[in-house]
Structure formats: C-alpha cells, structure tokens
C-alpha cells in the first residue's frame, strides 16, 4: 500500500526535482496535496511553481493550498539569488490552469491530520516549517495523524549555507524549526552534511539529458543554468540536491545514514540565529528527539532511483 505523504514546499529548484521525483513513485507513494510556504521566492510565487510542476507532470488533480506567506514572528527571507526571480531558474512554464485552494494551508493540515486514522500520513517538508508548526501551535491533537515529519533542514559539519552557522530552511523561520524540535514527533532530518554529498555534476547531468521526458528536461533545465550558489556550496562538483534526499528516504531509506540523537536550535543568539545545535555525541544529556541522516551510502543507487522515476513522467 503506498504512503500517504503531504509536501509542504517552496519551489524553488532543488523542491521541483523532489516534487516530481515523489510523482514518478505512486506505487510507493500517494501524494494527498501540496501545501505551499513562502521561502525561495514569495508565497504568490511558491504555490504558482507547484501547480505548474503538477500540471506539468500530468497531476493536476492533487490540491495546492497555500500557506503561510512569512514566518512565525520574522520578515521573509528569500533565495532569488539561487532560484531566480520566478524560483525555477530558466524553466519557463505555462501558466497553470487550475486554481489554488481556497483553504489556508494550515486549516487545511489541520482538518486533514484530524480526520486521519493515527499514525496516517507522513510530512515531507521541502522549505521553512511555518505552515506544520503554526498547524501543531493551532491544534496540538493533530500530531495523532502524524506517521512521521521528514524534513531537508540543519547544519552540523558542513556549517551553514545562509550564515556561517544556520542552514537556510532553518534560518527562515527558526523558532518554527523549535517548535517541530519540541513537539514529540517522529522527525528525521536531512542536513547539509549529507545533502552536500549528493551533487549534480556534468556527467550526472548528461544522463538527465538523455532522458526524455518533459520533467526530465525540466529539472535538467534547472540544474543547468548558471545561477548564484554561493561557491563554497556548489564548488567544482555541481549544485547539491538537497530536497530530493527527501523524497529518496522515504523510497529507500537504505541509501543514507544516521543516527538518532539531540537536536535544538538557536532562536535568540544574533550570531548563530538558526543553528541546529546536534548532539552527535550526547554529551548533553537532553533526550533524543531527531534522526540526523549524514552520510549518503550509496550515491549512485540515489542517482540512479531519481533518473529511473523522472523518466515515467509524461
């Protein structure tokens, strides 16, 4: 039976590959909607890019609802550098005919969790965590519909890609992230200490070339353009994927890595604001709270599952 997942996203490049890379599995996963946050780009933005992927991939059937357009308690923080203006960097896609929701993302997680069976559906989060953490804020009851939250956020050994210390997922909205580390969710999370292993490099790019497909040439599209990853992040290698590991762990956890241990993160520090403070040592004493994904055990098998899915898309 396939899992039933929700994205909460902000496409964004890296979420658009994630996106229909969780489209090109429905056999393993059933994809109830999408629930668009502001982050790469604006609101406005996020929730247009993903009806466009889902429209783009033949799946505009599943809802779009929008979410929350700024942080909990700070102003928005984008990524136009990286994503460019419209967030898909050099991909030009027709404009999307079905409407969004009219629902607010977090009424719509609300009722949807509150009517799942316990343990139902599992959270795939691709950007800031405002939406599920204004959700858990609203109504706490709805964590007994929560399987899992699988979230691309934190830093430990690769430091940050925002600030010297603070990942941008986290850095975004930061007392979010504290609210998802304090909740007693199940929660797993894909730092930039393994997402930094996972690189679109010139061969790799090649393969997604020869695929085609309309969404292989879309994410190849958006791996090729030139655009501002800071050099440290991007290096010689390629452009990290760092949302795809996302949906990867749910489709072969046995690709990566970890271990379950401490996780908190900065609020109030103006220095290290959005650093994920991870106990990989326990030498803290706090309770686990997070598994820590950060080593990547088989780059090629995760290559290999993301270029076999984008090729039985339309």
């Known amino acids: 039976m396939a899992r039933k997942i929700i994205i909460d996203t902000d496409p964004g490049k890296d979420d658009a590959a994630a996106i229909l890379l969780a489209l090109g599995a429905p056999e393993e996963l059933e994809v109830l909607s999408l629930v668009a946050v502001a982050g790469n780009v604006p609101l406005a933005r996020t929730e247009g890019n993903a009806r466009r992927l889902l429209e783009l991939a033949g799946r505009a059937d599943i809802p779009v ?18 994503h460019g203006e419209t967030g898909l960097v050099g991909l030009v896609l027709p404009e999307p ?23 139902e559906i599992t959270l795939c989060l691709l950007g800031p965590a405002t939406n599920l953490a204004m959700a858990l804020v609203k109504a706490p009851e709805i964590a007994r519909g929560i399987a899992e939250v699988v979230w691309m956020a934190g830093a430990r050994s690769e430091g940050g890609n925002v600030t010297p210390a603070s990942e941008y997922n986290v850095h975004a909205d930061p007392e979010a992230a504290a609210v998802l580390l304090e909740s007693g969710l199940k929660l797993t999370l894909l730092p930039l200490d393994l997402t930094h292993q996972l690189r679109m490099t010139a061969p790799r790019l090649e393969r997604l070339r020869r695929i085609d497909t309309a969404a292989a040439r879309a994410v190849a599209t958006l791996f090729s353009e030139p655009d501002g990853t800071p050099h440290h992040e991007r290096e010689e290698e390629g452009a ?25 993160v900065e609020t109030a520090s103006p220095l290290a604001l959005g650093m994920t403070v991870a106990d990989w040592f326990g030498v803290t004493g706090r309770p686990a709270n997070a598994t820590w994904l950060n080593a990547v055990v088989d780059q090629e098998g995760f290559f290999g599952l993301l270029l076999e899915r984008l090729a039985r898309l339309p």
């Open 240 to 264: 990290p994927l760092h949302d795809p590991c996302v949906i990867a762990f749910l489709l072969r956890p046995e690709l990566f890595a970890g271990r379950f241990i401490n996780v908190a």
């Open 65 to 82: 609802y929008p979410g929350c357009a700024r942080p909990l308690v700070r102003s928005v923080i984008t990524a136009e550098h990286v």
């Open 97 to 119: 005919r079905v409407p969004a929701q009219a629902a607010h993302g977090v009424d719509h997680l609300i009722g949807t969790l509150r009517a799942a069976a316990p343990g």
